[in-house]
């Protein structure tokens, strides 16, 4: 259930500690990881799990149509 995800930034000469965390900060951000444990963070009944699919989808679809 868990997942293993090795997040690296390399330092290239010269760079400071500051521009390295400001680029694993929006690496991390960019992969997702955060949003995945905030997700996984309580556990979530399969039933709730298909409703809230379920609305995402539906509220898709009406954005879609939408005439603009």
């Known amino acids: 259930m868990f997942f293993t995800t090795v997040t ?8 400071s500690v500051d521009v390295l965390i400001r680029k694993f ?5 960019s992969e997702g990881i955060l949003n995945e444990l905030k997700k996984r963070e309580f ?3 399969p039933s709730v799990v298909r409703k809230r699919e379920k ?3 539906e509220r898709k679809s009406r954005l879609k149509d939408r005439d603009y």
């Open 25 to 29: 900060n929006k690496k991390v951000l």
């Open 43 to 45: 556990y979530e009944k």
């Open 8 to 15: 690296k930034v390399e330092a290239k000469e010269g760079e």
């Open 55 to 57: 609305q995402s989808r």
